[in-house]
Structure formats: C-alpha cells, structure tokens
C-alpha cells in the first residue's frame, strides 16, 4: 500500500529467486545436476575400456544383483556383489549400535553437567569431527597395525608373542567408522537429553523405581526421538563410506562405496558403477525420509 | 532426598564410560602427532624429538605443490560458498513464505544428504564429458565442484544468525528513509557478520579436508593435500605423513574453535 513512504528492506525489494540464484546455479551444476546423468548413465552400455557407448540397455541394473554363469549362462546372483551389500550392513548396523552404547553415556554425561560446563565437554566432542576424516582414520591405522601401539605395548607386557592382524579386517573398518561417526550419535542423544525435565527422575525415585528402571522406563522413551536421529545420522555415512574401508580394509575388504569406485577404475563399468551409486542413493534417501516422518511425528507429539 | 545419599541424575557406569569415550577420542590423535616429532622411523617406538620430518615434508616438492593447491582451493571455494550462502539465506529469512521454499532448502542441504561417493561419481561422469566435449582438463572443475559441497557448511550459520536477529532494526532503519542497500550494508551486514565469518570458516575447514570428491574429480597432477596423503598410505608410511597431518589438524582445530565462539556470541 504505503510503498511510497516504507522502504523495504534491500533483501526484501529483489525477488528471493536472484538472491537464490548464485547457490543454486552452483548446486545445480555440481551437485544435483549430475545425479540425473548418473541416472542416465546406469542405462547405457559400457565401453570396452571405460566409459559408455550411447545405446541403451538394462544390463547395469541386471548386473546388480544378477549375473550370468559365464560356462553354461545360466542365471545366479552376483554373490561378489551380495557379499558386499551384507557386509556394508553388516558393518553399518554393527558400528550404529556400538557407537549407540558409547554415545548414550557419554550424551547423558553431558547434559548431567552444569549449564555452563556443557559446551565445553560438546565442544571436546566435535573437534575432532571437523578435522580431517582421513587424518583421523590413518591415527586408527597407526594405532593398530601390527607395529603399531597397541600390538607393541601387548607384546611388551608379554600377553602376546606375536602382533594381531587388526588393519586389513572388517574389525578394524568398524572401529575406524566408530571413532570417525560417534559425534554424530552424541549430538542429537545430548540435544534430546538437554531439554529433560530431570525432576521426572526424581518423581520416579520417590515412587520407589529402581536406576534401571528410570533409565528404561522414564529416561530413555523421552530420549527416543534423540536416539532414532542418531542411529540414522551415523547410519547413512556408514553405509557410504569410501574412505575408511579404502584405508583400513585394504582393498579387499570392500564396502558399497569402494565397489562403486572399482566400476570407474579397474572394473570399466561405468553404467553399473552408476547404477550401483542410484542404489545406494536410494537407500540413504530411503533412511532420511524415515528419519524426517519419524522426528516429525514425536515433534508432533510433544507440541 | 539427602537420607537416600546419592545424586538422582547419576547413572551406575555412565560416567565411566563417557570419559573412557573422551579418551578413546583423543588418544589417536595425540599418539599421531607425538609420533610426528619422533627422531626414528616407527610409529611405535618412541626415540627422541626431533623436527626432521616436518623439514623432510617442507622440502617435499611434492607436498609443497598441493599444499598451496589445497589453500588456494579453499580459500576460493569458502569465499565463492559463503557470498552464495549469504544471499541465498537472505532469501530464506527475509522473505515471505513462497512456493518452492522447501524445495529451494532441500537442495542447499542435498550435499548433506548425498554420500559422498554418489556425488563424486556423478561429477566424474559429467565433468568426464564436458572434457569430451571442450577439451578442457583445467583446474576450474575442482574450483566449482568445492564451492557447491561447501555452500551448506557456509548457509548454516549465516542463517542461524539471520533468524536470531532482531528484525525491528533493520525495520526502524527502513523507516527512518535509509535506502534498502544502505539498510543492508549499515545494520545487517554488521550484525551478521559474526554468522558469515563462521560460515566462512567452515567452509574453508570443509574445503582443505576433503578426499573423496577431490579424488575423482582431479586430473593427473592435480593433487591436494589430502589426496597426495590417501595416495601416500598405499606404500609403507613414514611419520612424514604424520607431521603433514598435524599441520592439518592444527589448521582446522583452529578454524573449528573460532566458529565455535562465533556462533556462541549472542547479538
């Protein structure tokens, strides 16, 4: 009405989509742009020595899970293929709930401590989240191959006679996505746990509930929705992770992520190594839809 | 309460166990850099201090070169993502609620989302054939592949800081006849700054660390730091590594503490 006399404010005059534009023509171009052609390519034929021939064909979606007995073609499942999907989930899970059992704790600790102490002990848990993955995951593989720390301080107190083989096995892959993921599972546990009314602790005690039963029956239905967030936040970089099996796997303990790789070096797969990465693309998104409906639901609940 | 003597929050064991986590989280860490000073070649074995392999690493050619790639990276990447970020979280608080808003969120925050392994293929593929057709194999495919993974890092705090702040300043200024730019630039901008310098950081941080996008995006001879690394640990590692690795840490652990007591001050 009054555009005459008020002035709106500069971010108010240009429309939103040129203030947008920039990030988006950024995102679009090297982001989510290229996931279409990913999408694209797992529907071409591969070329002979990488690469694609532009004819199409399903043969990289076939090769997923299927493959053709190379003697008698019959039909069987890519048990190479399977045997790595498992292991992915395998490890995934194994680490979520490792890293559950560790987080929870030290969450709880935390939010136990006085206000002003809290972002202290936080800010103790995400320093080493910022810093360099691959920093953090080659300390793991210092501190356990078989010169390292700690096979050398067993051997030095004579509990073994030789080193374990730790590096190279999914054990050290676990521990090494555990110690890299683990303040992803403290955060949103410490976030939940914050805003607890602890006199409900105390109601509980004075109704003659033992700590066990708080901690089951009182604390841990109000953490839940803190919990879920968690597993789910350290679930999905698990599931995708490249680095840390490449490191600590060595190469032939391999997860998803360094299948897909393999496509695009030494396998010449481009249209499978596509479709492998659409899969894995739709599982983690799969897991955050699961995750967002079921934050919103327990948000729901308490508003 | 006092007869029952003991503290109603305390859980048997939980503080146990959450100091052996602090622990467990930064017994690595030291170890490496400890190891990094080490007159000897193990990672086990302490020999005595000494600077050898941070002199070793500083006359490395080899890690000279993507060292100073990997800086320059990041400060184009976080000075590209933050401008981006800035404007785009302008449009995000700023304005009325439009069509699309969701959607516009969904994709600053989609290289959260996405593993890191599906956007690093898809960049390969597509960068793979813009080089097909152009015949361009410069480092400009690094520069805009960091600046897209960082814009997140660098919208989070800037947006942050524009929902906790006070709009009826920026209001009064209006009113008061400033111009909408001047308005911009002498009472939003000043008080966001703290939200766009963490942003900054981050993004920066995020940039210097990165290996798996970076690795499928170079081209031969276009190492960062990180990656020369990854190549490194392939061959038997001396504790060269090691005091590369803490130079980078101390980098970001700096970075990481300055964005923490940025987004902790209030207005």
Known sequence: MADATYTRPFSERYSHWILLSPALLILFVAAFGPLFI???????TAGDYGGVVWSFSTDAWFNVFAERDMFDDTLGFADAHLAIFWRSFRLAAVTTVVALIFGFPTAYFIAT?????????????????????????????????????????????????????MLYTDFAIMIGMLYVYLPLMVLPIYASLERFDFALVEAAYDLYANRLRVLWRVILPVTKPGIIAGSILVMIPALGAYVTPRVLGGGKRMMLGNLIELQFGQGRNWPLGAALAIVLLIIVTASMIYYVRAAGKEGAGHG | MADRGFDVQKQRGFTTIALACFVLLYTPIVLLVMYSFNVGTSIAIWEGFSWRWYVSAWE??????????????????????????????????????????????????????????????????????????????GGAFLFVAH???????????????????????EQAA???????????????????WPGILAGAMLAFVISLDDVVITEFVKAAGQDTLP?????????????????ISTVLLAISVTMVVIYFILSQRKN
């Open chain 2, 174 to 192: 209006a009113d008061l006849y400033g111009t909408p730019l001047r308005v911009f630039r002498k009472v939003t901008l000043p008080l966001l």
């Open chain 2, 60 to 137: 490395n050619e080899q890690v000279k070169v993507a060292a100073l790639r990997s800086l320059y990276l990041a400060v184009v990447a976080s000075f590209v993502a933050t401008s981006a970020a800035v404007l785009a979280a302008l449009a995000t608080t700023r304005r009325p609620a439009y069509r699309g808003q969701t959607v516009v969120f969904a994709i600053i925050n989609q290289p959260l989302m996405v593993p890191e392994i599906v956007t690093a293929v898809a960049l390969l593929i597509f960068f793979a054939l813009i080089k097909s057709f152009t015949g361009y194999t």
């Open chain 2, 227 to 243: 990656t020369y690394m990854l190549g490194q640990l392939r061959r038997s590692v001396t504790p060269e590594v090691n005091a």
């Open chain 2, 147 to 169: 600046s897209a993974f960082c814009i997140p890092f660098a919208y989070m705090p800037i947006r942050a800081r524009l929902q906790g702040m006070d709009l009826t300043l």
């Open chain 1, 113 to 165: 401590r006085p206000p002003k102490q809290r972002n202290l002990w936080m800010l103790l848990i995400m320093v080493p989240f910022w810093t360099n993955l691959l920093i953090r995951t080659f300390a793991i593989m210092e501190l356990i191959r078989n010169e390292g720390v700690v096979n050398s301080l067993l051997m030095a107190m004579g509990v073994i006679n030789e080193p374990i083989q």
């Open chain 1, 38 to 44: 990913v999408l694209i390519y797992s529907f071409l």
